[in-house]
């Protein structure tokens, strides 16, 4: 293979001749084997958009000639455009705060802006990857700002998605608000409940997932460019310092504004925290409706079987007929890895010391893992479980009419302490609840059919008409 050769502050290095990536892009490549994937396609497209507008900045600053400046442009377009990344080698995570993955994206394009020009790849003295491409910048600006930009990029698909999933959970509400079922609390017989307020309790919790995240993103928007190294603008003209926000909005197409202070905005990484725990607090959520899923779903003939998922495929190598509810098994393992990225961005982030902070490869790494996978997750749970969730109404009102739990609405009219004893004997004999009241002579029919109505049960704010039972609330009872 042929090669050129490249030198920097560690020494001469052979590097191939055809490359994009110079001598510290390969460097990096051969000391960082770790996760054996690459940049983020779209945090590479944002490390070129920061390249784009910086050159264009530089040039109004006049501190940059145009036709080297242009090339830098045209080598960003085509990254932007999906071209030469395969030409960024550095793993994902990486030591030395990113400075791998500038460095990368300032070689390729250096060498990129050099052909465009005429010259060879590898010639530094028309296209230098630090002095033109890098001008007024630093791995420590360059790289949070990125980041923001690739998170802010992201999140829509992830909001769109749960956008979705709440229309569907609450379109499965109106579907099930006619089915009674009995309600659990710890696993036991409570109360009953609607199917369908079952299922407009998840969509509420999406939409607050939603508004979480979306709110979240205004504080992404704070960008520390400008402040290079450590905050102080070192090697930034005030032309590029007032002007490089304006632009990296104009290229990236966002309404990003830049940090009141430098200085916190290079060292501190609460944003970052704050943007996983929104995402690990959704990734809880959809766990916990999975697992109710699973649960309604079981059986289905000797478990609750009270709604029944879509049939994906076989559950088992040994059992034949056997389904498994893999989609929401495969969302609640999406929602382990989120909360497991949430500690490791946590601990990236306390981690920092004095004026910078060198762990933010693997925040990016974990954070933009868990959005990509929350989102394929949710895509799935929508489109392969809940749009085909049924429920079996008769089985539900069978559940609830044989239980004992329904003793609780006598209380009002019997006391909690005969209440306690008929659903005692009730669990005990396995008579309904109704025939035991009848049959002791406590209640009318009328009287029960008024106290028993299971669609009243389930209405918030239902008041019992104690003076049609021909008695009055019993005070001062304790709730089990």
Known sequence: MATREESDSIGLMEVPQKAYYGVQSLRAKNNFHITGRPLHSEFIK?????????????????????????????????????????????????????????????????????????????????????????????????IPCAGKLTILGLLPGLTDELDRLQKALHQKSIEFDDVVKMGRTQLQDAVPIRLGQSFEAYAAVIGRDIRRIREQMDELKYLNIGATAVG????????????????????????????????????????????????????????????????????????LGEINLPPKQNGSSIMPGKINPVIPEVVSQVAFNVIGNDVTVTMAAEAGQMELNAFEPVIFYKIFESIDTMKGAVETLIDNCILGITANREHCRKLVESSAALATALCPALGYKKSAEIAKRSMETGIPVRRLVLEEGLMTEAQLDQCLNLKDMTQPGHQVEYHKMGGAPIQNHKES
Do not use: W
């Not at 071209?83 to 990113?98: E, S, T």
């Open 46 to 142: 944002n490390l070129a958009r920061i390249k784009k507008a910086a050159a264009f900045t530089n040039m109004t600053a006049h501190v940059l000639d145009e036709r080297t400046g242009n090339a830098i442009v045209q080598a960003c377009d085509e990254i932007i455009g999906g071209k030469l990344h395969p030409q960024f080698i550095v793993d994902a995570i990486q030591g030395g705060a990113g400075t791998s993955a500038n460095m990368n994206a300032n070689e390729v394009i250096a060498n990129r802006a050099i052909e465009i020009l005429g010259g060879e790849k590898g010639d530094y003295s028309i296209v230098h990857p630090n002095d033109h491409v890098n001008m007024a910048q630093s791995t420590n600006d360059v």
């Open 232 to 303: 102080t603008a070192i090697n930034v003209n005030p032309v590029y310092l007032f002007h490089i926000i304006r632009n990296i909005n104009l290229v990236c197409g966002t309404d990003c504004v830049q940090a009141d202070d430098l200085f916190d905005a290079t060292q501190n990484l609460d944003c970052f925290v704050h943007t996983s725990s929104v995402l690990r607090i959704c990734a809880v959520n959809l766990s916990k409706i999975c697992n109710d899923l699973r649960l309604l779903s079981s059986g289905p003939r000797a478990g």
